[in-house]
């Protein structure tokens, strides 16, 4: 069994992967920018007979990421790191705030390349180490009023390719693009219209874990 670091595991497909994976028997690391959820995510997790931890963490502070990092490598082995965290920004780029920009941007990028840099050489001392990275769709081709999104999304799935090649043979490395997901992105904006028609967070882990050895999972 693994000890498994999964980003943004309070609410959504975060959540929903800590508590599949959690049945299998792994170890679960819970992150996020909010104690609450966090924990009842956990509670959850024990009412079933798993095992959760909880750290808060700000995956747009490089300081506060290594630091969280130091701490969470000092009490467990974690050899899978599933970055899923998001910060959503949608709508006509001339109407979009600097705000929202730079916490796309920062979430998304840079708390993606944060984190794993921060955690790869301890992954390198575990066993079949393993890396995943939550992409979505948005990695995949152009979307209209998503540019800002779309673009951290580029930035993350080429940071995951070029990962695959520089880490081949030592981590493994799983880029996952999933789309149409009913996600808390959706409950500050009106982008979606009819969210009817959206995979549930449920479904898309369920997809996620059943092809989770493979290097890129289309959901």
């Avoid at 994976?21 to 924990?39: D, F, Q, S, V």
């Avoid at 944060?114 to 979505?136: D, F, R, V």
């Avoid at 080429?158 to 880029?175: D, H, I, P, Y």
Wanted: charged share 25%; net charge negative.
């Amino acid at each position: 069994m693994k000890t498994i670091l999964i980003t943004g595991a309070g609410t959504g497909l975060g959540k929903e992967l800590a508590l599949a994976y959690a049945k299998k028997g792994h170890t679960i690391i819970l992150t996020g920018r909010r104690e609450t959820p966090l924990k009842e995510v956990q509670e959850l997790i024990r009412q079933n007979g798993g095992h959760a931890e909880v750290y808060t963490l700000d995956l747009t502070k490089q300081e506060s990421v290594q630091k969280t990092v130091d701490t969470i490598t000092d009490a467990h082995s974690v050899s899978y790191l599933i970055n899923n965290a998001g910060a959503g920004c949608f709508g006509p780029l001339s109407d979009l705030a600097i705000e929202d920009i730079d916490l796309a941007v920062q979430t998304n990028v840079l708390g993606t390349i944060y984190l794993t840099k921060a955690l790869l050489p301890h992954l390198l001392e575990q066993t079949e180490p393993k890396i995943m990275n939550i992409i979505s769709t948005a990695g995949q081709k152009g979307k209209i009023n998503e540019s800002v999104y779309v673009a951290s999304k580029f930035a993350v799935r080429g940071f995951t390719e070029s990962l695959q090649k520089e880490l081949e043979g030592r981590v493994t490395v799983t880029a996952t693009y999933m789309g149409g997901m009913d996600t808390p992105f959706w409950d500050e904006t009106d982008h979606i219209k009819d969210k009817s028609r959206l995979k549930s967070p449920q479904q898309v882990a369920d997809t996620i874990i059943k092809h989770d050895t493979q290097l890129e999972i289309n959901v």
